[in-house]
């Protein structure tokens, strides 16, 4: 069956620091990958979208990897603030869309 | 942006519930999710144009329509203790040159089901 699993349900690091997520999938085939942020009580907002041809997307102090060999997705919050703090999910898109459990990032000062 | 009303909703057992969603304007599909406590959104079903245009594992007694003033509603019958959870609604405009663009979510709809 279609697995999705990111990496831990909680990450914990120091403000300065890079963050990095990890959203792995099984007998998926996915057109492109999405990252979302997720904040208490509020709809998931989106970040990134990466598609089957692409390897690495930035903008600004994210970047996302795409590999679809290793069926992994790399998720890298660089100079990591306290604002970072929120669940981070990834989805999985083609004909429908699958969202992992998400990552909780919390971003000590 | 997106809106979804109500904000919070209770019913009981048996009952029947529709959530309502208005996309953002000028997008042309819109899905509607389910999110559990601690879980990702699982994906309910795709409206392009007015007509279905994908299905996730869901029932049928959960059943939806878009309107063409950008509105679209989640409608749910006879309503189960495990139906309880965030529903949330996202927009996009899908069918340009560059296929799959990102989705705008509402903050979502908490129902309760008792």
């Known amino acids: 069956s279609q697995k999705i699993e990111q990496n831990s349900e909680a990450l914990n690091i120091q403000e300065g620091k890079t963050a990095t997520l990890t959203c792995n999938y099984t007998?998926?085939?996915?057109?492109?990958l999405q990252w979302y942020r997720q904040d208490p009580g509020r709809g998931p907002v989106f970040l990134l979208l990466?598609?089957?041809?692409?390897k690495e997307k930035r903008k600004e102090r994210l970047k996302v990897t795409f590999d679809t060999t290793l069926k992994q997705s790399l998720f890298h919050i660089t100079a990591s603030q306290p604002a970072d703090s929120a669940t981070y999910l990834c989805?999985?898109?083609?004909?429908?869309?699958?969202f992992g459990a998400g990552t909780r990032l919390t971003v000590k000062p | 942006g997106v809106t979804q009303s109500p904000t919070h909703l209770i019913k009981t057992r048996g009952q029947q519930v529709t959530l309502r969603c208005s996309s953002q304007s000028g997008h042309n599909t819109v899905s509607w999710y389910q999110q559990a406590l601690g879980q990702g959104p699982q994906f309910i079903f795709q409206y392009y144009r007015e007509e279905e245009n994908g299905r996730g594992n869901f029932p049928p007694r959960f059943s939806g329509l878009q309107f063409p003033n950008d509105s679209s509603e989640l409608n749910v019958n006879a309503l189960e203790l495990d139906d309880s959870a965030l529903y949330l609604c996202a927009s996009s405009q899908e069918g340009g040159i560059q296929p799959y663009n990102e989705q705008f979510f509402g903050p979502g709809t908490r129902l309760t089901v008792l």
């Open positions: 990466i598609r089957e041809n692409e």
């Open positions: 989805a999985l898109g083609g004909d429908d869309m699958r």
């Open positions: 007998n998926y085939s996915p057109a492109y």
